[in-house]
């Protein structure tokens, strides 16, 4: 079985600060992993996606994030964040061949003038 | 290319009702997977399905079902509402060969 940690539910950061969102996972299998966005009322976006290859990812709206197996890691980073970054963000980790995602907690990322 | 579109937005239901949500994937897009929201429990997966086959299924009551159409349309049902299952339900469509799925805007269930 699968299971994502965010290890933190609410980010605080002054905006055009570098910013770093914490995600572990637990597999016993090769895994596909995501960065969703969520904004109020509003379904989940994709961020960036990691199937194989290189293990840093770039996404759209500048985030990009680097794929750690030994860590078991995935953390999504933005070198200069904007007030409209201000959502939520989902880790997600799914096997190979299933839509059958498993979210993490999320976390809320405020960015402050 | 039209996103993923589910109806209604908003739907307001009393205990013990049935209800039914209808999703319409990406044009192309032969899977389809629902997820239910809330603050306590966060996102958890409730089924998927793949050319009008349930291919996995969540930790959910039998309440809780689901179907897929030939077009690959989804509609998922739920009966005997609680009001735990007050939430917002998210379907997901993706071209089922692995890889990303891409949400609709949701369904906010509210149950009174």
């Known amino acids: 079985a699968q299971s994502v940690t965010q290890l933190d539910s609410q980010v605080p950061v002054f905006e055009e600060a570098p910013v770093e969102l914490r995600c572990n996972y637990s597999?016993?299998?090769?895994?596909?992993l995501f960065w969703y966005v969520q904004y109020p009322n509003q379904g989940l976006q994709l961020l960036l996606k990691?199937?194989?290859?290189?293990?840093l990812v770039k996404g759209i709206n500048g985030f990009e994030a680097e794929f750690n197996k030994s860590q078991t890691s995935f953390h999504l980073r933005k070198p200069s964040v904007h007030i409209s970054d201000t959502a939520e963000y989902f880790c997600?980790?799914?096997?190979?061949?299933?839509?059958?995602?498993?979210f993490g907690t999320g976390t809320r990322l405020k960015v402050l003038a | 290319k039209a996103g993923v579109t589910q109806t209604p937005r908003y739907l307001i239901k009393t205990r013990g009702q049935q209800v039914t949500l209808s999703c319409s994937p990406i044009?192309?897009?032969?899977?389809v997977s629902w997820y239910q929201q809330t603050p306590g429990q966060g996102l958890q997966f409730l089924f998927e399905?793949?050319?009008?086959?349930?291919?996995n299924k969540g930790n959910f009551p039998g309440r809780f079902s689901g179907r897929q159409f030939s077009n690959s349309r989804s509609e998922m049902n739920v009966s005997t509402l609680e009001l735990g299952d007050s939430a917002l339900y998210l379907c997901?469509?993706?071209?089922?060969?692995?890889?990303?799925?891409?949400f609709g805007q949701g369904t906010r269930l509210t149950v009174v």
């Open positions: 997901a469509s993706s071209n089922g060969q692995g890889g990303e799925a891409f």
């Open positions: 597999s016993s299998v090769s895994v596909y």
């Open positions: 990691y199937l194989s290859g290189s293990t």
């Open positions: 997600a980790v799914t096997r190979g061949g299933t839509y059958k995602y498993i």
């Open positions: 044009s192309g897009h032969r899977s």
């Open positions: 399905y793949f050319s009008e086959t349930q291919r």
